[in-house]
């Protein structure tokens, strides 16, 4: 009877954490086709078209240039997301109830995505609310469905688990994004302008993130926690869960270590475009492919640094993508202008340990997590993800500024790399995982 309890119990976890996988599935998309790739140029072409004669437009009265609108939108959508987050996550540890929270975070950014096709004529406004709740509801649904992660999957089995739901993520984006760039690329033949074709991909995104979300509602479910006290505001909250971490010294390492090598790869995935089309001067299909490249060759990566931990530990495959990530920015450093195939094969070195380094840092977040605190702390991991993502572009700018080369500004973003790698290794995990109050592993 208790061999049949563990087999039917293990059937329950697999069934659960299929479920799971669903969430990147159905979330991913909105990042890669729509944050990625298409409501940036869209957006800012409908705030110009509003522009007055100076190119200003005027949101609440304030002058802000029509470039900078999606700029300033996103920033405005990681305040909201900073002041939700610790909210949320604190009363999902409180009550147990993740999955309503996770509905409400995931239909509300679902709804925000669908309503885009609205955005004809000159409602740059009503893209830059749009754009602030499903941005803001995009951060909070991961940060929840990220603190599923210890609760599905015991400590050996968390590193192949985070590792299938990124390549899921990554395997949906491609596969949208490849029907989003034939309806884009071919909207004569639809019979559509380009505008109605871009609405069209920005709703079919929401669309997706709405319909399969339901599959990961159906199969998790919620552990009640014993009941706690009231949640703090915002901020106030925010600083509590800093000051509980405080107990943890060697968690609040790690994530030291992640936010600053994490900041790097934020950088490069957003700086990429810029370098290959000011620096290398490559088209814009070419920046397009290259973006699908990366998410189609990152489901691969996830999946191989999965297996990778298995052998040799999430924290030493970690350290070693830091490292790959290093050599790839030195070849980048000197590719050559007008060679697309070069600029492809660096696409393919950042796809590789793109999926695997932010799928074994989630997994091996998991583990130095306290009991009972799993969604409060993986706000912390989400803003350090999201929100703390800063430093990078800002030393990319001020590089270029002072040398006038993309060259130097991206090889300056090896110093993240190297001080991630430095952090993390004087991190010692198992100590963490015993000092959290949980089972070290037997690969870590």
Same mark, same amino acid.
């Given at each position: 009877?208790?061999?049949?309890?563990?087999?039917?119990?293990?059937?329950?976890?697999?069934?659960?954490?299929?479920?799971?996988?669903?969430?990147?599935?159905?979330?991913?998309?909105?990042?890669?086709?729509?944050?990625?790739?298409?409501?940036?140029?869209?957006?800012?072409?409908?705030?110009?078209?509003?522009?007055?004669?100076?190119?200003?437009?005027?949101?609440?009265?304030?002058?802000?240039?029509?470039?900078?609108?999606?700029?300033?939108?996103?920033?405005?959508?990681?305040?909201?997301?900073?002041?939700?987050?610790?909210?949320?996550?604190?009363?999902?540890?409180?009550?147990?109830?993740?999955?309503?929270?996770?509905?409400?975070?995931?239909?509300?950014?679902?709804?925000?995505?669908?309503?885009?096709?609205?955005?004809?004529?000159?409602?740059?406004?009503?893209?830059?609310?749009?754009?602030?709740?499903?941005?803001?509801?995009?951060?909070?649904?991961?940060?929840?469905?990220?603190?599923?992660?210890?609760?599905?999957?015991?400590?050996?089995?968390?590193?192949?688990?985070?590792?299938?739901?990124?390549?899921?993520?990554?395997?949906?984006?491609?596969?949208?994004?490849?029907?989003? &760039?034939?309806?884009? =690329?071919?909207?004569?033949?639809?019979? @559509?302008?380009?505008?109605? #074709? +871009?609405?069209?991909? /920005? %709703?079919?995104?929401?669309?997706?993130?709405?319909?399969?979300?339901?599959?990961?509602?159906?199969?998790?479910?919620?552990?009640?926690?014993?009941?706690?006290?009231?949640?703090?505001?915002?901020?106030?909250?925010?600083?509590?869960?800093?000051?509980?971490?405080?107990?943890?010294?060697?968690?609040?390492?790690?994530?030291?270590?992640?936010?600053?090598?994490?900041?790097?790869?934020?950088?490069?995935?957003?700086?990429?475009?810029?370098?290959?089309?000011?620096?290398?001067? &490559?088209?814009?299909? =070419?920046?397009?492919?290259?973006?699908? @490249?990366?998410?189609?060759? #990152? +489901?691969?990566?996830? /999946? %191989?640094?999965?297996?990778?931990?298995?052998?040799?530990?999430?924290?030493?495959?970690?350290?070693?993508?830091?490292?790959?990530?290093?050599?790839?920015?030195?070849?980048?450093?000197?590719?050559?202008?007008?060679?697309?195939?070069?600029?492809?094969?660096?696409?393919?070195?950042?796809?590789?340990?793109?999926?695997?380094?932010?799928?074994?840092?989630?997994?091996?977040?998991?583990?130095?997590?306290?009991?009972?605190?799993?969604?409060?702390?993986?706000?912390?991991?989400?803003?350090?993800?999201?929100?703390?993502?800063?430093?990078?572009? @800002?030393?990319?700018?001020?590089?270029?500024?002072?040398?006038?080369?993309?060259?130097?500004?991206?090889?300056?973003?090896?110093?993240?790399?190297?001080?991630?790698?430095?952090?993390?290794?004087?991190?010692?995990?198992?100590?963490?995982?015993?000092?959290?109050?949980?089972?070290?592993?037997?690969?870590?």
């Amino acid at each position: 009877m208790g061999t049949e309890t563990l087999v039917a119990e293990a059937a329950d976890r697999r069934r659960e954490q299929r479920g799971w996988y669903f969430y990147d599935w159905a979330c991913s998309v909105y990042s890669t086709s729509v944050l990625t790739v298409f409501l940036g140029p869209y957006l800012t072409s409908v705030a110009e078209d509003a522009a007055d004669a100076d190119g200003y437009v005027h949101p609440l009265g304030i002058p802000i240039r029509a470039g900078s609108f999606f700029a300033y939108s996103v920033s405005l959508s990681v305040i909201v997301a900073v002041l939700v987050m610790p909210l949320v996550g604190a009363a999902a540890d409180r009550t147990g109830r993740k999955k309503p929270l996770l509905a409400g975070a995931a239909y509300t950014g679902a709804a925000a995505t669908t309503a885009m096709f609205l955005l004809g004529g000159d409602r740059y406004l009503l893209g830059g609310v749009l754009l602030i709740v499903a941005n803001a509801a995009s951060a909070v649904g991961t940060m929840l469905y990220n603190s599923y992660l210890p609760q599905i999957a015991p400590p050996e089995e968390r590193d192949a688990v985070s590792s299938r739901g990124w390549a899921f993520g990554y395997a949906a984006g491609s596969l949208v994004l490849v029907v989003n &760039l034939v309806l884009y =690329t071919a909207h004569d033949s639809f019979g @559509l302008s380009e505008g109605m #074709a +871009v609405r069209i991909c /920005l %709703a079919s995104a929401g669309l997706w993130w709405g319909a399969f979300t339901l599959v990961p509602l159906r199969r998790l479910r919620d552990r009640r926690a014993p009941a706690k006290k009231a949640t703090a505001p915002g901020f106030r909250q925010l600083a509590a869960t800093v000051r509980d971490m405080r107990r943890h010294p060697l968690t609040l390492a790690f994530l030291l270590a992640y936010l600053v090598y994490n900041d790097g790869i934020q950088t490069v995935i957003s700086q990429a475009s810029i370098y290959g089309s000011e620096e290398l001067d &490559l088209g814009q299909s =070419t920046l397009i492919g290259a973006v699908l @490249l990366v998410q189609v060759l #990152a +489901v691969a990566g996830a /999946l %191989a640094m999965g297996r990778l931990a298995r052998t040799y530990g999430a924290k030493r495959t970690i350290l070693g993508s830091l490292v790959a990530w290093t050599v790839t920015l030195a070849a980048g450093y000197f590719l050559p202008a007008g060679a697309p195939v070069w600029f492809f094969v660096l696409a393919a070195g950042i796809g590789l340990v793109l999926g695997g380094s932010q799928a074994l840092s989630r997994s091996l977040f998991s583990h130095l997590v306290p009991p009972g605190k799993e969604a409060e702390y993986f706000s912390a991991y989400e803003m350090s993800d999201r929100g703390m993502s800063w430093l990078g572009p @800002l030393l990319f700018g001020i590089t270029y500024q002072l040398t006038g080369s993309y060259r130097d500004a991206i090889i300056s973003l090896v110093a993240f790399f190297a001080l991630g790698f430095v952090l993390l290794a004087r991190v010692p995990v198992r100590q963490a995982i015993r000092d959290a109050g949980n089972a070290v592993p037997e690969k870590i």
